[in-house]
T-cell receptor
Framework: EADIYQTPRYLVIGTGKKITLECSQT?????MYWYQQDPGMELHLIHY???????EKGDLSSESTVSRIRTEHFPLTLESARPSHTSQYLC??????????FGSGTRLTVV | DQQVKQNSPSLSVQEGRISILNCDYT??????FLWYKKYPAEGPTFLIS?????DKNEDGRFTVFLNKSAKHLSLHIVPSQPGDSAVYFC???????????FGTGTRLKVLA
């Protein structure tokens, strides 16, 4: 059973639409992350948070924004979706250095 | 500049044989390494980790070896099973950070 949940699993949306990808975890982890992965490519860190009201941009520049108002919730928002945003978005959390727990991912297609 | 490299995009192995997946890194500050397994349309799942104070860590069929001088780690799966067919990512982090840098992955196919 998953302890970190991402919705939706799949999303096809038109250019210019605003979208929010949801990520919630029930493990009480302080640290949460968003990664972006294109097929055959590495996972790129786009946002991370080390706690409530703390957010940082990752190594890969992204037009998305995040918020962390509650420990368990770390949504990612695209104000105006474009075809270049088509990708898989993976949310993860960590309560210790031992590693991440990943969600199932959201596969986003912008047409 | 890729700090974590998996130079083999794919690997095919016969069922029952050993699978060896390789990973190289360039940042000497990395001191903690993970391997993840990923099926299509799912998030990665944690497999095994190793700290730089060790050169080997074993968990069932999975063993990770770390060669710090060569900045190289490898994942051995013995015996390989068809259910092991997936994409395997190695990831590295440096002490004091909680961020992991991932490689591009190696697609393993275990043939029955």
């Amino acid at each position: 059973e998953a302890d970190i949940y991402q919705t939706p699993r799949y999303l096809v949306i038109g250019t210019g639409k605003k979208i929010t990808l949801e990520c919630s975890q029930t493990m009480g982890h302080d640290k949460m992350y968003w990664y972006q992965q294109d097929p055959g490519m590495e996972l790129h860190l786009i946002h991370y948070s080390y706690g409530v009201n703390s957010t940082e941009k990752g190594d890969l520049s992204s037009e998305s924004t995040v918020s962390r108002i509650r420990t368990e919730h770390f949504p990612l928002t695209l104000e105006s979706a474009r075809p270049s945003h088509t990708s898989q978005y993976l949310c993860a959390s960590s309560g210790y250095r031992g590693g991440y727990t990943f969600g199932s991912g959201t596969r986003l297609t912008v047409v | 500049d890729q700090q974590v490299k998996q130079n083999s995009p794919s690997l095919s192995v016969q069922e029952g044989r050993i699978s060896i997946l390789n990973c190289d890194y360039t940042n000497s500050m990395f001191d903690y390494f993970l391997w993840y397994k990923k099926y299509p349309a799912e998030g990665p799942t944690f497999l095994i980790s190793i700290s730089s104070i060790k050169d080997k860590n074993e968990d069932g069929r999975f063993t990770v070896f770390l060669n710090k001088s060569a900045k190289h780690l490898s994942l051995h799966i013995v015996p390989s099973q068809p259910g092991d067919s997936a994409v395997y990512f190695c990831a590295a982090s440096a002490s004091g950070t909680y961020k992991y840098i991932f490689g591009t992955g190696t697609r393993l196919k275990v043939l029955a």
